[in-house]
């Protein structure tokens, strides 16, 4: 008997389960762009920007993440500011010479020489000719730090391959070899 009891429950919740189904109005669904999703051209323009723009424009006055602000124009009088200004925010507890030397090596050896005489690899092999001795030059820690993160003449910017701290520890390393010639 219990059996039949069973047997009757099961076909009930069975039949009720079934009877809810309506093909003519679908049931609820999660997420239903996922699964009617609307099929786009590659490369085609999209009317998800206003005025036909490719994307969306940043906030006024935002800056990317990581970049710090550069007070000095890459202009002949940025640089006379920045040679007479602009003083290094390391203290001696950031100053690293053996990491300031390494970068030296690997960014600015070839063109200024091992000791800033002017003779690397490739003034050698006349690739560039007319790179200046750090003797020389009446240069500061300022004006090193400028010239590295804007270029100067033939020598191109550094600034997306050093970060401002590491711009700091080669401007200080310049500033020994400069002392030792």
Avoid at 18 to 42: H, I, V, W
Wanted: net charge neutral; glycine share 8%.
């Amino acid at each position: 008997m219990k059996r039949v009891y069973k047997i009757t429950l099961l076909l009930g919740i069975t039949i009720l389960v079934a009877s809810c189904r309506n093909d003519k109005a679908p049931n609820y669904q999660y997420f239903p762009n996922m699964y009617e999703s609307l099929g786009y051209e590659t490369y085609s323009e999209s009317k998800a920007f206003a005025n036909g723009q490719e994307a969306q424009i940043p906030a006024q006055g935002s800056i990317n993440r990581g970049f710090e602000p550069y007070e000095y124009e890459n202009t002949t009088a940025g640089y006379e500011l920045a040679k007479a200004n602009l003083k290094s925010p390391l203290d001696s507890l950031d100053l690293n010479s053996e990491k300031g030397k390494e970068l030296y090596e690997i960014y600015c050896m070839s063109c200024h020489g091992a000791t800033g005489n002017g003779k690397g690899k490739l003034v050698e092999r006349e690739k560039f000719l007319g790179v200046p001795s750090y003797k020389d030059r009446v240069i500061t820690e300022g004006s090193i730090f400028h010239v590295v993160t804007y270029g100067l003449n033939s020598m191109g910017s550094h600034a997306n391959q050093l970060s401002s701290h590491e711009r700091w520890l080669v401007a200080d390393y310049v500033q020994k070899l400069r002392s030792q010639l």
